[in-house]
């Protein structure tokens, strides 16, 4: 079995379709259970992280001879889920949006809890969001896809409240950040919680929470 040493912006439905797997689950199966235990959510990867890369089984298909064949390999896409609120943090509910993706542009509405839900190729690693406020007020914001480091690592707490609008700061590694214990702190006190400013349990549940929605 080979290794693959992730980086930046790749989760195990990417490296899998790297390395000929239309299957992401072959590649997450054959991971260890330490591994997996360490990194709940496949989407979610560290950079550094070890991936093992297991042997493929080749594909048998019996054709006619004398005749001619086309084969097509239907590339896999992922979910990008995104709750769009307003620089107030209100919701914004059935607001038009378009989303630039490999050169695609998809034009439509958030739903009625602000989501953004769109199937994209599975290793696109950046996009452009344009949210239209009004006829004439448009936000535009450059995306990078992936790029989430797992909620149990300080830059993931740090990815996930800088994404809900508290102020984290750029991912630092040090429980010490003093920009990031404030965020903490202001999260904690909108979330009822021990106003603390560090990462424990209870924080990282809720945050995992109001993350997710």
């Not at 997450?28 to 992280?49: I, M, Y």
């Not at 107030?88 to 607001?95: A, D, I, P, Y």
């Not at 994209?120 to 535009?140: N, Q, W, Y």
Request: net charge negative.
């Amino acid at each position: 079995m080979a290794v693959h040493t992730v980086r930046q912006g790749e989760c195990i439905a990417s490296i899998a379709w790297k390395y000929g797997f239309a299957d992401w689950q072959r590649i997450w199966d054959a991971q260890s259970e330490d591994f997996r235990r360490k990194r709940l959510n496949p989407n979610t990867l560290l950079e550094g992280d070890e991936v093992t890369i297991p042997e493929r089984t080749p594909k048998r298909v019996s054709v006619s001879t004398g005749a001619s064949h086309t084969f097509t390999i239907k590339r896999p896409r992922v979910k990008l889920r995104i709750r769009l609120l307003d620089p107030e943090g209100k919701v914004l509910t059935n607001t038009k949006y378009e989303l630039v993706v490999a050169g695609v542009t998809s034009s439509k509405k958030t739903d009625g809890n602000g989501m953004l839900d769109e199937d994209i190729p599975v290793d696109a690693t950046t996009a452009e969001l344009k949210v239209f406020l009004s006829d004439t007020e448009v936000i535009r914001l450059p995306l990078r896809v992936g790029h989430l480091d797992p909620l149990e690592e300080t830059s993931g707490v740090q990815g996930r409240l800088s994404n809900l609008g508290y102020l984290a700061g750029l991912p630092a590694g040090k429980e010490d950040n003093d920009q990031l214990a404030m965020a903490l702190r202001d999260f904690q006190r909108d979330q009822g919680l021990d106003e603390s400013g560090v990462v424990d349990d209870t924080t990282r549940n809720k945050l995992k929470s109001a993350y997710e929605g």
